[in-house]
T-cell receptor
């Protein structure tokens, strides 16, 4: 059974810092990995999707990497801003699992002005 | 274009009642999935529908059921509500239901069972 873990569970940084969020998964037979952002009381917003054959994806100040063989992904946020404060979730889709996402517990990020 | 729309956004029900939640996917999307989010268990997969057929089902009791209509709109139903069913229920849609497509979520339906 796939298990996804995110470390740290919470993170507080001053504005302008570069930061890395970690995600690990136990079963490397994944089809893809997706990073989401969730603001309090809201739904999830997709940030980046990495296919299993890819090593990284970039969107603006965000860069996500994937090392399938070691079961790890990182989300790098450059020059953090207070507006980046949210919970970040990673989720994987396993092979032969349709579109079923298995989520990590999330990292709650606070960026202080 | 419009995103994933869920109704109602907030509702309060009494133990033992039943509830129906609705989800309209992004136009053209044929895969609809449902998730339950609670502080203790995080986000858990309920079920996925594709072309009106349930393709995957999570580990939830039979009180949780769903269906998808020919226009891809989906509903989920929870019967005999329990206090532990209080949660944010999220609907997600994707283009053709194949792994590899970006999955888009709605704002969710907040269910409180009293």
């Amino acid at each position: 059974k796939q298990e996804v873990t995110q470390i740290p569970a919470a993170l507080s940084v001053p504005e302008g810092e570069n930061l890395v969020l970690n995600c690990s998964f136990t079963d490397s037979a994944i089809y893809n990995l997706q990073w989401f952002r969730q603001d309090p009381g809201k739904g999830l917003t997709s940030l980046l999707l990495i296919q299993s054959s890819q090593r990284e994806q970039t969107s603006g100040r965000l860069n996500a990497s994937l090392d399938k063989s070691s079961g790890r992904s990182t989300l790098y946020i450059a020059a953090s801003q207070p507006g980046d404060s949210a919970t970040y979730l990673c989720a994987v889709v396993n092979n032969n699992a349709g579109n079923m996402l298995t989520f990590g517990g999330g990292t709650r990020l606070m960026v202080k002005p | 274009k419009a995103g994933v729309t869920q109704t109602p956004r907030y509702l309060i029900k009494t133990r033992g009642q039943q509830v129906t939640l609705s989800c309209s996917p992004i136009s053209g999307h044929r895969s609809v999935s449902w998730y339950q989010q609670t502080p203790g268990q995080g986000l858990q997969f309920l079920f996925e529908y594709f072309s009106e057929t349930q393709r995957n089902k999570g580990n939830f009791p039979g009180r949780f059921s769903g269906r998808q209509f020919s226009n891809s709109r989906s509903e989920m139903n929870v019967s005999t509500l329990e206090l532990g069913d209080s949660a944010l229920y999220l609907c997600a849609s994707s283009l053709v239901g194949l792994a590899g497509n970006t999955i888009y979520f709605g704002e969710g339906s907040w269910l409180t069972v009293v």
